[in-house]
Protein backbone atom coordinates (compact mmCIF):
# COMPACT_ATOMS: atom_id res chain seq x y z
CA UNK A 1 0.00 0.00 0.00
CA UNK A 2 2.71 2.42 0.80
CA UNK A 3 4.04 2.08 -2.53
CA UNK A 4 1.49 3.55 -4.39
CA UNK A 5 -0.33 5.68 -1.76
CA UNK A 6 0.56 9.22 -0.82
CA UNK A 7 1.29 9.67 2.64
CA UNK A 8 -0.61 11.77 5.79
CA UNK A 9 0.43 15.51 5.16
CA UNK A 10 2.32 16.13 8.16
CA UNK A 11 0.00 19.05 8.73
CA UNK A 12 -3.04 16.66 9.14
CA UNK A 13 -1.27 15.10 11.70
CA UNK A 14 0.89 17.77 13.70
CA UNK A 15 -1.92 20.63 13.80
CA UNK A 16 0.48 23.42 14.51
CA UNK A 17 2.99 22.73 11.73
CA UNK A 18 4.11 25.24 9.45
CA UNK A 19 3.17 24.86 5.63
CA UNK A 20 6.70 25.18 4.68
CA UNK A 21 7.99 22.19 6.63
CA UNK A 22 4.81 20.42 5.26
CA UNK A 23 5.82 21.07 1.33
CA UNK A 24 9.39 20.16 2.16
CA UNK A 25 8.35 16.63 4.27
CA UNK A 26 6.32 15.96 1.19
CA UNK A 27 8.57 16.60 -1.41
CA UNK A 28 11.25 14.16 0.29
CA UNK A 29 8.33 11.44 0.00
CA UNK A 30 7.69 11.94 -3.57
CA UNK A 31 6.83 8.46 -5.03
CA UNK A 32 8.49 9.69 -7.89
CA UNK A 33 12.66 10.25 -7.86
CA UNK A 34 12.27 13.10 -10.48
CA UNK A 35 9.97 15.07 -7.98
CA UNK A 36 12.32 15.07 -5.19
CA UNK A 37 15.14 16.97 -4.78
CA UNK A 38 17.72 16.51 -7.65
CA UNK A 39 20.63 17.21 -4.78
CA UNK A 40 22.02 17.17 -1.46
CA UNK A 41 22.54 20.73 -2.03
CA UNK A 42 19.28 21.32 -2.93
CA UNK A 43 17.92 19.39 0.03
CA UNK A 44 19.94 21.22 2.38
CA UNK A 45 18.56 24.57 1.01
CA UNK A 46 15.09 23.89 1.03
CA UNK A 47 15.68 22.70 4.64
CA UNK A 48 16.98 25.48 5.85
CA UNK A 49 14.22 27.95 4.31
CA UNK A 50 11.32 25.31 5.46
CA UNK A 51 13.03 25.61 9.18
CA UNK A 52 12.86 29.40 8.90
CA UNK A 53 9.97 29.64 7.20
CA UNK A 54 7.85 30.52 10.08
CA UNK A 55 8.33 31.12 13.48
CA UNK A 56 7.67 28.05 16.25
CA UNK A 57 4.58 27.40 17.80
CA UNK A 58 4.29 29.32 21.02
CA UNK A 59 4.66 26.29 23.88
CA UNK A 60 2.01 25.49 26.28
CA UNK A 61 4.35 28.00 29.23
CA UNK A 62 4.34 30.90 26.36
CA UNK A 63 0.65 30.73 25.86
CA UNK A 64 -0.10 30.67 29.79
CA UNK A 65 2.31 34.00 30.34
CA UNK A 66 0.54 35.57 27.37
CA UNK A 67 -2.97 35.12 29.13
CA UNK A 68 -1.71 36.17 32.45
CA UNK A 69 -1.70 39.53 33.52
CA UNK A 70 1.58 40.93 35.64
CA UNK A 71 1.02 43.59 38.29
CA UNK A 72 2.40 47.20 37.40
CA UNK A 73 5.68 47.47 38.21
CA UNK A 74 6.78 49.89 40.79
Do not use: I, M, N, Y
Request: charged fraction near 25%; include cysteine.
Amino acid sequence: RHVEDEPTPLAELVSDCPPAVDAFVRRCLRKSPAERFPSWGEFLDAAERAAHAAPPPPTDAVRVLQTQRLPPTA
